[in-house]
């Protein structure tokens, strides 16, 4: 599960200028929600990078309109390829979100606590995505949008969710943009590429409408959860 965002420009641009040298063009979002605008990376037609705003929460091209009538903004690793609505998405159309950290609610004690999940020592996540293009047949409108892949937790992460998102290593991240890549089973498996702290916080963040900083702000002791290997290199 994966259900919100803290998109900040800065530092997430220093681990996009060292993964493909460009710059992330905001705008800054501590409180990012499914069907909000999220910058993601995928490669043009010509192979090269870039940035593009999605919506996040995939419409497939082959629907008559968008709907929230089904859960769209995440998609299991394990299932996509065979899925009507993301199969087509998983073997052509990959992208890389960019995210500082990321939301999840733990259930303790019959109440939903919500952490906040960040990398420990680096400048932000690459997690995995499938993208879609979407045309208006009457209007011509087309709408882009994308789904973030997710897999079983770790250990270390099930105390917080059952579920979590795949997160890329920067070679990892390559090679999930590369069409030519199909080894997937390692690259979407459960693991944790960098350390990551689960920091508790308020229930601030349980309003997507608050979108500053203090939903990033601790109010308890952050859980260390240390990389887990399953990845390719």
Known sequence: ????????????????MELVGMTHPGPDNF???????ITVLRLDEAGDPELVPMRWWLTPYWTKAPSSKYSMFNAKSETAHKSPAFREP????HCVVPVSGF?????????KLPYYIKPHDTHGLLLAGLW???????TGEVMESFAVLTSAATQSMQFVHKRQPVMLGLVE????????FTDFEALLSSHLPVALDAIPVSTY???ARNKDTRCVEPIGTPVLLTPV?????
């Open 173 to 180: 991240a390559h090679r999930w943009l590369d069409n030519g």
């Open 132 to 138: 879609d293009r979407w045309r208006n047949a009457d």
């Open 205 to 207: 963040v349980n309003n």
């Open 1 to 16: 599960m994966c259900g919100r965002f803290n998109v900040t420009s800065d530092p997430l641009s220093q681990l996009l």
């Open 103 to 111: 939301y999840e609610w733990a259930r303790l004690q019959g109440q």
């Open 229 to 233: 290997g399953g990845g390719t290199a």
């Open 31 to 37: 409180n990012a929600a499914p069907t909000e605008m």
């Open 90 to 93: 998983f073997k052509r159309r």
